[in-house]
C-alpha cells in the first residue's frame, strides 16, 4: 500500500489553493472547476470545493467539520 494524497474539502476553494500556493511557493495543478493538487516532495495536497464531493462521493467528508479530509491511497502489487 502507497499514500497517496490527503484530500481537504473546503467552503473557500479560492482562498484555500491561494493560502498553500503562498505559504509553499509551489504552483497548483488545476485538474478540474473547484479541484486543484499541490505536489510537494513525496506527498499530494488536494483542495477540493464541497459541491464535487456533493456530486461524486455523496458527502464522504464534509466541509467546515471534523470529516473534512480524505486520506487516499493505492494498492501497489509487484
Not at 474539502?9 to 509553499?24: D, G, H, W
Not at 516532495?41 to 458527502?59: F, Y
Amino acid at each position: 500500500m502507497k499514500f497517496s494524497s490527503v484530500r481537504l474539502v473546503t467552503n473557500n476553494y479560492e482562498r484555500l489553493v491561494q493560502f498553500y500556493k503562498n505559504v509553499s511557493a509551489i504552483e497548483p495543478r488545476f485538474l478540474a472547476d473547484g479541484f486543484a493538487e499541490i505536489h510537494f516532495n513525496g506527498i499530494v495536497l488536494a483542495i477540493s470545493d464541497k459541491h464535487l464531493i456533493r456530486l461524486h462521493n455523496n458527502g464522504l467528508a464534509v466541509a467546515a467539520s471534523n470529516r473534512s479530509a480524505i486520506v487516499q491511497q493505492s494498492w501497489c502489487f509487484k
